[in-house]
């Protein structure tokens, strides 16, 4: 059973940066979409990026398009990072990783596939 694993979160200052981690485990690192989600107080979660462990593919919601986020993913340490610069007060959320067995489909079709959740870290973006 995939388990996944967030870290990095924390107290940010607008305009810095902040590099989440979610460590996968449980279950080969290959083969895996790993997606990004978030939730800030009082509003639904959302999708906010996403990347195939095997192939590399990669997505950004079109909210995020230009908007200062990277995902990349580190086979040796069954890890994918998400790099998020210039942060505003608006990213203020729980941001959670989550996973499932690729399929031909890209990792962004589908949301609702996500089956193995972490428990996600806080991000507080505040002066």
Known sequence: QLQLVESGGGLVQPGG??????AVSGSTFALKDIG????APGKER???????????ATYYA????????????DAAKATVYLQMNSLEPD???????????????DCEVGWDNYNYW????QVTVSS
Do not use: H, N, P
């Open 36 to 39: 990004w989600f978030r939730q």
């Open 46 to 56: 959302e999708a906010i990026s996403c990347i195939s462990t095997s192939r590399g």
């Open 62 to 73: 079109d909210s995020m398009k230009g908007r200062r986020l990277f995902v990349s993913r």
């Open 17 to 22: 940066s902040l590099r989440l981690s979610c």
């Open 118 to 121: 972490g428990r996600g870290t």
């Open 91 to 105: 990213d203020t959320a729980v941001y959670y990783c989550a996973g499932r067995e690729s399929s031909y489909y």
